[in-house]
C-alpha cells in the first residue's frame, strides 16, 4: 500500500495559481498511472489529470486544459499540479491517487483501477471572485 499525503492548498483571487503536491511513500511506488482529482460540495467526483508514471504521458481534463499541468519528480516520488488562471469553478477538496496496476491499458478516469488504488486525504482549493 501506498501512502500518500497532498499539501499546497489554500484561498486564492481569481486568475490567481497554486501548486499541489502528493508526497507518495511505503511500498515500493510502482503505480502504472497517478492522477488528481477534485471533488465540491454536493457534487461528484471529478478526473482532473492523469500521468503515466513510465512514459510521462499525460490527460487533463477539458474543464482544466490549457491552466493545469501535471507532472511528477520520480527521484522524489511526488505528483504535482500545477494550476494558473483559476476560476472559482475550480473551488474544490483535491485528491492524490495511485493505482495497484494493471501495467497496462486505460487510465481514463472512470476505470476501475482508481476505485481499488490507494488515494490521500485530500488538500483544499479555495478560489475567490
Known amino acids: 500500500q501506498v501512502r500518500l499525503v497532498e499539501s499546497g492548498g489554500g484561498s486564492v483571487q481569481a486568475g490567481g495559481s497554486l501548486r499541489l503536491s502528493c508526497a507518495a511513500s511505503g511500498s515500493p511506488y510502482s503505480s502504472y498511472c497517478m492522477a488528481w482529482f477534485r471533488q465540491a460540495p454536493g457534487q461528484e467526483r471529478e478526473g482532473v489529470a492523469f500521468i503515466l508514471t513510465r512514459s510521462g504521458g499525460t490527460y487533463s481534463a477539458d474543464s482544466v486544459k490549457g491552466r493545469f499541468t501535471i507532472s511528477q519528480d520520480k527521484r522524489k516520488n511526488i505528483l504535482y499540479l500545477e494550476m494558473n488562471s483559476l476560476k472559482p469553478e475550480d473551488t474544490a477538496m483535491y485528491y492524490c491517487?495511485?493505482?495497484?496496476?494493471?501495467?497496462?491499458?486505460?487510465?481514463?478516469?472512470?476505470?476501475?483501477?482508481?476505485?481499488?488504488?490507494?488515494w490521500g486525504q485530500g488538500t483544499q482549493v479555495t478560489v475567490s471572485s
Open positions: 491517487a495511485a493505482d495497484r496496476g494493471p501495467y497496462f491499458g486505460s487510465c481514463l478516469f472512470g476505470e476501475a483501477r482508481w476505485n481499488l488504488g490507494d
